[in-house]
């Protein structure tokens, strides 16, 4: 049992999938894995542990923001020996040519979390996908003929910015979209020696101002759910 988790030990895979929203959590769970088991209902964060294409493999909620990822990925990696994580979330598109439902796998993150400065004392660190994790997601995708996108996102500490024109500084430097976690997902992974990828599904356009409803962020991003599932157990 960890402090927002209250699984016992071995309960959870030691691959797994992390969406921000618990419900996407429980909407995978129960239409991809067989035998799905509920391990943590603490604050409402849902994790789940079934089997999928004959791996254990779990899916857990984490929260909006880089702080409460944080939690949730010290407890997996620290207490239940997580080894292999992806994140499956919604972003924003800051480019033109990327649309909602889009795909976009997060090679880096930017951001303006203090997280990191804290961390490295004003200094710059790179977070950086796991490139095995990268090169599966790329393999499996083509495989799937499911066009994706790869680039730097923005992990951002604001959903609701005070300059609506925030985003064009960071678009104007290619980066592709805003979420809200890759950066402290990437970072500790590598402090960790655990691997770590972020797909992304375009919910929004920051360009356009196109946008799904909550209801199909939880329920109809199945394709980055598939590829996500796919990748996290390829050997
Ligand atoms: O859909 P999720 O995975 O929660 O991801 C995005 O959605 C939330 C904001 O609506 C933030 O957590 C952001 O990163
Ligand atoms: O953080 C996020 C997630 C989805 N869309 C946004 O605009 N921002």
């Given at each position: 049992m960890s402090v927002h988790i209250n699984a016992?030990?071995?309960?959870?895979?030691d691959k797994i999938l992390l969406p921000g929203d618990p419900l996407r959590a429980e909407f995978i769970a129960n239409k991809y894995l067989e035998n799905p088991v509920c391990y943590n209902k603490v604050r409402g964060m849902l994790g789940f542990t079934g089997m999928y294409k004959g791996e254990r493999v779990s899916v857990q909620g984490t929260g909006m923001g880089l702080p409460s990822l944080s939690i949730y990925a010290n407890e997996l990696i620290?207490?239940?020996?997580?080894k292999k994580l992806i994140r499956v979330g919604s972003c924003g598109s800051m480019q033109k040519d990327i649309h909602v439902r889009d795909i976009i796998l997060a090679m880096s993150s930017s951001t303006n979390s203090s997280m990191n400065k804290n961390r490295f004392k004003g200094m710059d660190f790179a977070p950086t996908a796991d490139f095995s994790l990268f090169r599966n997601a790329l393999d499996v995708a083509k495989g799937s003929n499911l066009e994706i996108k790869a680039g730097n996102v923005l992990s951002s500490d604001?959903?609701?910015?005070?300059?609506?024109?925030?985003w064009k500084m960071w678009a104007a430097f290619n980066v592709l979209a805003v979420e809200m976690e890759t950066s402290a997902l990437y970072t500790l992974a590598a402090k960790y020696g655990v691997s770590a990828l972020s797909i992304l599904t375009v919910?929004?356009?920051?360009?356009?101002?196109e946008e799904t409803s909550s209801e199909e962020r939880e329920k109809t991003f199945t394709q980055m759910m598939e590829l996500a599932l796919d990748v996290i157990i390829k050997k």
């Open positions: 016992e030990k071995g309960a959870i895979a620290r207490e239940y020996d997580v604001s959903f609701y910015t005070d300059d609506p024109d925030e919910s929004d356009s920051l360009v356009t101002w």
